[in-house]
Nanobody, 115 residues
């Protein structure tokens, strides 16, 4: 069983930056893609960024140019660098790893952007 542990969330002023981390408790085999989602109160969970096992990336239009997804395979960790944060970025952020075996999710971390 793999556990994904998220860290790096918190309170930041508009225009600031945060870096979220998501560390897997052990290596996951046959990874297809990794991604970051967020969910604000009363809204659906939305996909923000994804990276395939081959290194290709995709971003939602709302965060493109501001957020960057990356991985450190040696540390079993995926990151989300968030720059130029806006109040509308306020949400609970979740990491996800999709493999041939299972779809893994982090516990969620709160990001609050003040105006």
């Amino acid at each position: 069983q793999v556990q994904l542990v998220e860290s790096g969330g918190g309170l930041v002023q508009a225009g600031g930056s945060l870096r979220l981390s998501c560390a897997a408790s052990r290596s996951i085999f046959s990874i297809n893609a990794m991604g970051w989602y967020r969910q604000a109160p009363g809204k659906q969970r939305e996909l923000l960024a994804a990276i395939t096992s081959g290194g290709n990336t995709n971003y939602a239009g709302s965060v493109k140019g501001r957020f960057t997804i990356s991985t450190d395979n040696a540390k079993n960790t995926v990151y989300l660098q968030m720059n130029s944060l806006k109040p509308e970025d306020t949400a609970v952020y979740y990491c996800n790893i999709n493999s041939d075996e299972y779809d893994y999710w982090g516990q969620g971390t709160q990001v609050t952007v003040s105006s």
